[in-house]
């Protein structure tokens, strides 16, 4: 059988990952082989490699890389201890094409040892731009490493042709993240309330803001504003947190929450809902905040209007339920009001219609030769008969 490994770092690319890594364990052509790696195997993000063995996935390899100190050097550190423990697991495991999403520094290093170790690499959510992360540079890098593109929308597929890939490799098969949306079994409000200890109010939010990378004004900055503007919503409206991520400068983010939360009883944080209790949340609140990219993915799919902050998602392709703004209090706030006002319930989401894993996982078992991908040639763009 055809050996499909797929690396997953955050509970985010997982949640995103799940229904491919389902498609691709059912079908009796081809072996799934999982890595789990960066802040699934920590205890500050909540070991969440026990969600995806809960799920009923075999964890075929465990890549240790992440260092608990959250500062640049911490960082790189740790993306070089990730290239490490993936030869020696691409080693063992032997697979015939490495499936990645996304953009972050655990998928960099594996990319990196793939190219090295001359594993075809299928790359999902390329060509989108986030002006405000050093993600950036690595989702475009990545591009470069791979021979399949799987892009979540027509202008993210331009762009991986602008970056001179062949355009036959190219498919658009929308968001892999939609297709959780479209078949989860959503948590009524009762039970979620039940789950999470949290009280739903009159009017809620789901908050979640990650460090901006490329930002001269340190993270804490900007979340000082966002945590002004929420404090000025006053108790009658229930705030749910999801952590950030383990980018430079989450150390201080996670205590700034707590210490919000701390003192008012209308707020709760969470390391990691899951998949099913996180888009449950979504479904349940009146807006989404921050500057993650599940509020532009899968916010509109729910109809939920979105408050996106500062730079970090600055460039991707946006529905109309998506309100930007500045990271400042008055700035913030202002949005968060209109956000409350607005009627998203016919929003079109531009990132697909959910079936994108199928396609996916169809699209992995009709490549003749994997090892044939290997050799690229570079594709001027505006010149595909050559």
């Known amino acids: 059988m055809r050996k499909i490994c797929v690396v997953t770092g955050s509970r985010a690319e997982y949640g995103l990952l799940y229904w491919l890594m389902r498609e691709i364990l059912d079908d009796p052509d081809l072996e799934l082989q999982t890595i ?31 260092l608990s100190s959250d500062t640049p050097v911490g960082v790189a550190k740790s993306a070089g201890l990730g290239v490490i423990g993936f030869a020696d697991a691409f080693e063992r495991l032997k697979p015939d094409i490495l499936v ?67 355009p036959s490799r190219i498919f658009n098969v929308g968001s892999p993240g939609l297709d959780f949306v479209k078949r989860f079994e959503r948590m009524d409000r009762q039970r979620l309330e039940k789950e999470l200890n949290f009280r739903f109010l009159k009017k809620n939010l789901l908050v979640t803001f990650h460090p901006v990378t490329l930002d001269d004004e340190p993270a804490e900055v900007q979340f000082e504003e966002l945590l ?32 919000f939360v701390a003192i008012h009883a209308n707020s709760k944080a969470y390391v990691s809902l899951g998949q099913v209790r996180y ?14 990219s599940s509020g532009l ?14 730079d970090r998602q600055k460039g991707r392709l946006m529905a109309q339920s998506v309100i930007c703004c500045q990271p400042d ?31 996916i996982k169809e699209t992995l078992k009709e490549i003749g030769n994997p090892a044939q991908l290997l050799k690229k040639r570079f594709f001027d763009f505006g010149n595909d008969h050559e």
């Not at 170790?117 to 490493?145: L, Q, Y």
């Not at 993915?297 to 500062?310: H, L, M, Q, R």
């Open 36 to 66: 789990a790696t960066g802040m699934h195997l920590s205890p500050e993000f909540g070991l969440t490699y026990r969600a995806i063995e809960a799920d009923g996935f075999a964890i075929d390899a465990k890549v240790e890389m992440l």
């Open 100 to 166: 990645l999403l996304g953009d972050r520094f655990e998928i960099l290093a594996a990319a990196q040892a793939a190219l090295v170790m001359r594993i075809p690499v299928a790359h999902i959510a390329g060509g989108d731009v986030t002006e405000g992360a050093f993600d950036e540079s690595i989702r475009h890098s990545i591009t470069k490493m791979a021979h399949l593109h799987f892009v979540t929308n027509e202008i993210a597929a331009r762009r991986v042709h602008q970056l001179g890939e062949d």
């Open 228 to 259: 002004k503007a929420l404090e000025g919503l006053g108790e009658d409206v229930g705030i749910i947190f999801t952590m950030p991520n383990s980018d430079t400068g989450n150390h201080v983010l996670f205590a700034l929450i707590e210490r």
């Open 279 to 292: 888009l449950s949340a979504m479904a349940e609140v009146d807006v989404v905040v921050g500057n993650s």
């Open 297 to 310: 993915y899968e916010a509109p799919s729910f109809g939920k209007p979105t408050v996106n902050i500062g």
């Open 329 to 359: 209090a008055v700035a913030i706030a202002e949005a968060i009001t209109l956000a409350l006002e607005m009627d998203c319930s016919g929003v079109i989401n531009p990132y697909g219609d959910g079936g994108s894993s199928i396609r």
